[in-house]
């Protein structure tokens, strides 16, 4: 079982379910039954929180099911803060993105998978694998 961060913008895509390369990759990491999820207070407000402050009934449905089975929870705490600040100014990450970062290297994952273009700062974090959705799936 390989213990996954998924980016937020892997849940917003699987939800959306568009004819998409980058929806269906998302939807294919969700599914993989080899695969078991990690999550964070960061993930689930910048995904379930703003489907709620919207009215989106399906979108929260979508996101409190992921959520309610993810196998982990990354804590708060000064530790991960830290971590994340030294991402930030290590790597060059955003703030938010050095949250995953740190969520997903504090649960013990083996890599945080995103939809992000590889061009992205997130993919020079230090402390985990960053890989595209395409990489970590069989859909190029």
């Avoid at 917003?12 to 999820?37: C, M, P, V, W």
Wanted: aromatic share 8%; charged share 25%.
């Amino acid at each position: 079982m390989t213990r996954t961060y998924a980016d937020a913008c892997i849940l917003i895509r699987a939800f959306r379910g568009e004819d998409d390369e980058k929806s269906l990759q998302a939807i294919a990491l969700l599914g993989d039954a080899n695969r078991e999820f990690a999550a964070s207070i960061f993930l689930e407000m910048e995904t379930l929180a703003k489907a709620q402050f919207n009215r989106r009934p399906l979108e929260v449905a979508f996101y409190e099911a992921f959520f309610e089975n993810a196998a982990v929870w990354a804590g708060v705490d000064e530790d991960l803060v830290t971590a994340a600040r030294d991402e930030c100014s290590l790597c060059g990450l955003n703030a938010l993105d050095s949250l995953h970062v740190a969520a997903a290297h504090a649960t013990g994952c083996a890599e945080l998978v995103t939809c992000e273009n590889p061009d992205r700062s997130i993919y020079r974090a230090r402390s985990i694998l960053v890989r595209t959705a395409a990489a970590a799936t069989s859909i190029p």
